[in-house]
T-cell receptor, first 112, second 114 residues
């Protein structure tokens, strides 16, 4: 089955700096890669996603890149703000298994 | 408003009791999922269902049971066989048979064994 690894597990940045979270996946059949943000005590919410036919996608301060050959994808947050502090999860959707597999999460803290 | 609703938000269970967590969606999604989240941990798949009256075990199904009698509903029962049930439980749904496979999550149920 699919295996998704996520790094780092914790990340602290100064307000205004950039944050980068990286994930690798194992199943070459995976074709959809969402990123979720989870605030304390709440369910995860989708913030950006990318499909396997695209190498990069950007939405304001958030961007995701995908390298299918190397089987890794990354989340980039620029000009970080305190409200960006949360746990971020990457995931990979396998077309063969038809299910999402999540990474272990990254606790991002933006220091004022 | 369309969405996915979990209830209750907090649940307390005595040892040896079965409890059922509710998950309802009005998004007309085919697939529904249950995940378990422990403190500081990722999401582990318990069960999933891609169609009514059918479901599959995930990575940690032991001690749990589900049913999918209606498209909108996917209740999870935590049985007395689950030795360490205290956790945050998340339900999700998606349209896996369409191009957009975004999963929507409920707000979770925090289960505590007392």
């Amino acid at each position: 089955g699919e295996n998704v690894e996520q790094h780092p597990s914790t990340l602290s940045v100064q307000e205004g700096d950039s944050a980068v979270i990286k994930c690798t996946y194992s199943d070459s059949a995976s074709n959809y890669f969402p990123w979720y943000k989870q605030e304390l005590g709440k369910g995860p919410q989708l913030i950006i996603d990318i499909r396997s036919n695209v190498g990069e996608k950007k939405d304001q301060r958030i961007a995701v890149t995908l390298n299918k050959t190397a089987k890794h994808f990354s989340l980039h947050i620029t000009e970080t703000q305190p409200e960006d502090s949360a746990v971020y999860f990457c995931a990979a959707f396998s077309g063969s298994a038809r299910q999402l597999t999540f990474g272990s999460g990254t606790q991002l803290t933006v220091l004022p | 408003d369309g969405g996915i609703t979990q209830s209750p938000k907090y649940l307390f269970r005595k040892e040896g009791q079965n409890v059922t967590l509710s998950c309802e969606q009005n998004l007309n999604h085919d697939a529904m999922y249950w995940y378990r989240q422990d403190p500081g941990q990722g999401l582990r798949l318990i069960y999933y269902s891609q169609i009514v009256n059918d479901f599959q075990k995930g990575d940690i199904a032991e001690g749990y049971s589900v049913s999918r009698e209606k498209k909108e509903s996917f209740p999870l029962t935590v049985t007395s066989a689950q030795k360490n049930p205290t956790a945050f439980y998340l339900c999700a749904s998606s349209n896996t048979y369409r191009a957009n496979t975004e999963a929507f999550f409920g707000q979770g149920t925090r289960l505590t064994v007392v």
